[in-house]
DNA sequence: CAAATATATGAGCAATCGTTCATATGTTAT
DNA sequence: ATAACATATGAACGATTGCTCATATATTTG
């Protein structure tokens, strides 16, 4: 093993100008407990992030930044069939990413939560440079 | 559109019990200028959370979490070959989450900087509920 | 220069993915 | 019950992806 190890990580981080990569780089090696994690964990965080790695998806997750929307309302503001909007938000429904709430026939879809919200701006954030 | 819009969004927000996710909210939404982005960036966004979305890419990101490492101790590391790393490693750099240094005739790879870090830990903290 | 080592890359193939189309399920109104 | 509307879902098909294998490029050493 040719790799620099543990503290030079900390050291370089502790060198750099901007220090608030190193709390959060503290609170993962302290997640990951000072060691890869488990094959299953990596394997579903890469399932995770598989998600996001869609267009359609992350048009539906944006569209539904402004509040919760049903199915045709959603496949007619992304020019897009109710049946390929309807299988995209199963997959979103299944990585919990959104929820929905029937009210008669119509079904409202919402994002699950607001980590998605912060997960989507970061991602924005990395990509603007 | 039977949307529901804007303030209710909010105002949804404001009356969750953790307050943290309104000022992230703000922050996407003026990000957005309150319109969904142009298709552009959100194809962009979804090309870079599809980098994370593979299982070896997570793998290879989180071996370089400890330091830099060389293509061939990434695949031992991974008990890949050092073809399907390489290629791997190509996608992480053209994504510009990883950078290389050569010396001699070894390359070796790292974190390209500790963004990575906190969208992987973010990652994690939401598969892990 | 030739041989050895490390890495990169192109072609090919199996697997996965996202859409379409047809159809099923669920709900409301008549 | 029947019709109308909203949504869900299975099969199928083309496109994309990730790996393997063979080979190319780059660097060092003899």
């Known amino acids: 093993m040719k790799a620099v190890i543990d503290e030079n990580v900390?050291?370089?981080l502790c060198c750099e100008e901007d220090h608030s990569g190193l709390k959060e780089h503290?609170?993962?090696?302290?997640?990951l407990n000072n060691e890869i994690p488990p094959?299953?964990?990596?394997?579903?965080l890469a399932d995770f992030?598989?998600?996001?790695g869609d267009c359609t998806r992350?048009?539906?997750l944006c569209a539904l930044l402004y509040g919760e929307m049903c199915v045709c309302?959603?496949?007619?503001?992304?020019?897009m069939t109710q049946s390929a909007i309807s299988h995209q938000l199963r997959v979103l429904k299944q990585a919990a990413l959104v929820r929905s709430r029937r009210e008669?026939?119509?079904v409202y879809y919402m994002l699950s939560d607001d980590h998605i919200i912060?997960?989507?701006?970061q991602g924005l954030e990395h990509i603007e440079e």
């Open 58 to 60: 992350i048009r539906i």
């Open 118 to 121: 912060s997960i989507l701006s």
């Open 10 to 12: 900390l050291h370089d």
């Open 73 to 79: 309302d959603i496949a007619q503001a992304l020019s």
């Open 49 to 52: 992030f598989k998600v996001f």
């Open 26 to 31: 503290m609170a993962l090696v302290k997640k």
């Open 104 to 106: 008669g026939k119509t």
């Open 39 to 44: 094959e299953e964990e990596l394997f579903d």
